[in-house]
């Protein structure tokens, strides 16, 4: 199996790591993002892939992912609204408070959520419903795909010597 995988990815190469890693963030089920991040580092070393492309093939599909989601439900949080059941009560003022929370700490919340296994598949659609601005989304997302995304395949880079 590992061999047909490693062959797939050395044939499409940078492409399939990218829509791997897209199609990750966008919520597909599979393997763990992290497993996925670090064969991705193992094979720039064996199978002859460029570790910075890999690298930045990773972080542009992490955060591309990331913000796709996050506009999707930044757009779409009237529609849901709009289709949400009546005897579903949404508390206002607890997200209004959430809101003013996040926007107060500069984005550091949202920070450490990307950074934070199992929590960070589902930061963009709690960013997106919380209206936070693209600006602040944007630049927070960068560096924590930066870190994670980076971190996870340059991990598997030197742990698979």
Request: aromatic share 14%; proline share 4%.
């Amino acid at each position: 199996m590992t061999e047909f995988l490693t062959n797939y990815i050395v044939t499409y190469g940078y492409l399939a790591i990218f829509c791997i890693v897209l199609l990750q963030e966008l919520g597909m089920p599979g393997l763990p993002n992290e497993l996925v991040l670090l064969y991705f580092g193992y094979l720039s070393r064996q199978a002859g892939l460029s570790y910075p492309i890999v690298i930045c093939i990773a972080v542009i599909g992490d955060i591309l992912g990331s913000f796709i989601l996050y506009l999707l439900f930044y757009y779409g949080k009237n529609l849901l609204a709009s289709i949400k059941p009546r005897w579903l009560r949404l508390p206002v003022q607890r997200i209004s408070s959430l809101k003013k929370k996040i926007i107060s700490r500069n984005g550091r919340n949202i920070f450490i959520a990307k950074l934070t296994p199992f929590v960070r598949s589902y930061l963009p659609v709690v960013a997106g419903i919380l209206q936070v601005q693209h600006l602040v989304y944007g630049r927070i997302i960068l560096c924590a795909a930066i870190i994670w995304s980076g971190g996870w395949v340059t991990a598997g880079w030197l742990l698979f010597f």
